[in-house]
C-alpha cells in the first residue's frame, strides 16, 4: 500500500485525542467566563470545517452559534460579531491573509478568539487569546471543543463514555479503515482519474467535507474539475444534467442528515449507471456504539477518500504538495 | 430582439414595486408584533434568494437573522426557530414539497410565516400567516420586506426616498437594461453554447444569484453543466485548474464585496484566456444614484442572464420549460 504507515496514522489520531486535556481546559475558560455567541470562523479548507462543526452542534444545541467566511467578514462585516463573541479558528500555517486580518478584525470589535494553530510564532498564533499548536487532525479538534461546550450546556450527558470509547478505539479502527478501503480506492481511482468533471453530493456533517474535498483535494491538489452539491439541492437544478455515464460521488454518512443523501442515491439508481457511494456505513469501528457513529462518520468516510488521494497520486504521478498558483502568484 | 416585450417587462417590474402597500402593512404588523428572530427559509432557487436577502440586510442591520435550508430544517431541526420567529418564504407553484413540510414543522413550533405565493388556493399560501400573492420579481419582493424591517429598525433612515426613486426608474431602467445588453449576450452565447462546464463566480448580494444562475437555469433550464463558486472562495481551491480556456463567468455587483470579485478578475486577467465579467456597473442606470446601486445590482446582472438565457433558447432550440426529472420523476 503507497504510503500507509499503520502506526503512524494510529499515532496521528491519538495526537489529536490526546488535546482533550487541553480542549477541555480552554473551552471550560470560555464556559466560566460566559459567552454571547460563538462563531466558527474560516476560509477555503477551515470555512468548510467550520460550516461541518455547526451542523454538528444543530444536532443538540441551543446555543447562539453561527460560520463566518473570513473574506466576507472582512468585506460586509457582521454585527453579530462583538463584545462577548467567542470566535473558533483553525489554521496549518498561521499565515493565511484572509484570517490573519479576520481575526485581527474581530479582536478589535471585543471578540474573544481561539486557535488551533499549526505553527508555532506566527501571525495567527500571537493573536490567539486561547492557543493550541498541533498538526492536523482539523475537524476532530473543531468537534472536540464543540462537544465539551455542549457537554458544559448540558445536552451532551454521554459526554465522558463517547470520549473514553473514542480513546480507546478511534485511531486504530480509522487505520484499519484506511486498510480496508485501499482496493475500493484503486479501483476508483483507475475508472474516475480521467473524469472530465466529478460530481461530488454530500449531506450533514459530511457536507463540509464534500465540498472541502472536492475543492481542497481534488481541484488544489490533483488539478482535477469537480462540483460539489448538498445533498438537499440536488433534486433543485442538478438532477437536470445527469446523463447515464455522469461521474457522480455521493459522501453518506449516519447523522440526522442520511435520508437525504439516500434520496439521491435512489434517484441515481433509477437515471446513472456511473455513480459511486462512499457510505461510512460500510466500515465497520469496532468497540464503538451504532449511537455515536454519526458524529466521526466523517472521519470515517476521511479515512477512504485519504485512500483515493494516495492511489491517485500514485497512479497519476501528481504530486499533491505542487500548487501552480496558490501562495505563489501575487494576486 | 427575441421574446422582448418592453412594456412587459416594465408592467412585470411595476407589479412588483405596487406591492410596496401590502409588504410594508405586513412588515409594520411583524415589528408592531415583536420577533426574535427572522428566519429566511427556502430550497433552491428561493433558498439562494433567503441567502441574498441575509447578505443584503448585513450590510446594515443589527437584528437577529439567518438563512435556512427547508430539507436541512426538516432532516436536523433548528433550536432558533420557534415562538418568536418570523419565518419568510417565497413559492411560484405553492405546492414544492420540501417548503410544505417545512412551513408546517416551523408553524407547529410556534413561529409565525410570511409567504410570497404566486399560486393561491395551494398548501403553502394556506399555511402562510401573512401571504402575497402576485408572480415573479422574488428577489424584489424579499428585500423589499427586508428594507421595511430595516427601517423600522432605525437603520435604513433613505427608505422614503429609495423607494421613491425606484418607483419612477426601476423598471424601465431594467428593460432598457436587457435591450442593451442583448448584443452582449448573443456573442456570448456564441461562444459558450457548447462549453462542457462554465464556472460561475460572485460574491454579496449576488452570490446567490450566481448560485441558483448555475443551478436553476443554466441546469435545470439549459442541461448544461456548471460549477458555481463565491469569490472569497476561488483562491482557496478552484483556482488551481484555470487553464487559458477555462470559461470563467464572474457576476459582479456595487455591494461592499465588489473588492472580492475584483480580485478574481485580477488574477483572471493573468492566467486566462477565456472569462467574462457581467457588471452591473457597465450599464446606466438613469435616475437611480450611485448610492442606491448596490442594492439592486443584482437586478441589473439578472436583466442581463435573461437575455442569455433567451438567447440560447433561441440558438440552441431547447426550451427552457422542458424538464427531464423534476416533478416528473418520482424519487
Redesign the interface.
Known sequence: MYKYNEQELIGLYSSGLALRGQIEEIADRVWDGGFRNLCWIG???T?ASAQQAV?HM??R??L?F?AE????YL??????IGEGTCAVFSSVTGTTE?MVSAVRKLKASGAKAVGFVDTPDTPLWELADEVISCPKNEQLKFFMLADRLMYREGVFPEYDDYYEVLDRYLAADLAAVEREADGFAKAFCEKNRDN??TYFVG??ALYGATY?Y???YW???H?????S?????F????????DEDTPVVVLQGE???R??TE?VI??LE??SGNYTVIDSKDYPMPGIPDRYRGSIAHLIVHAVTNRIDLNLEEMTGHDMNI????RK?D?
Not at 69 to 72: D, H, I, Q
Not at 229 to 233: K, T, W
Open positions: 476560509i477555503g479548507g470555512w451542523v444543530r444536532e444545541s441551543a447562539d453561527f467566511n473570513a473574506a466576507e468585506a460586509t462585516g457582521n454585527r453579530r484572509e472530465a468533471l449531506a450533514g472541502s472536492a475543492m481542497c481541484e488544489e491538489m488539478w482535477m474539475r469537480t462540483k452539491i448538498h445533498a438537499a439541492e433534486f433543485h437544478g442538478m438532477l437536470e444534467i445527469i447523522d440526522s442528515q435520508p437525504l434520496r435512489r434517484f433509477k437515471v500548487r501552480r498558483y496558490y502568484a494576486y
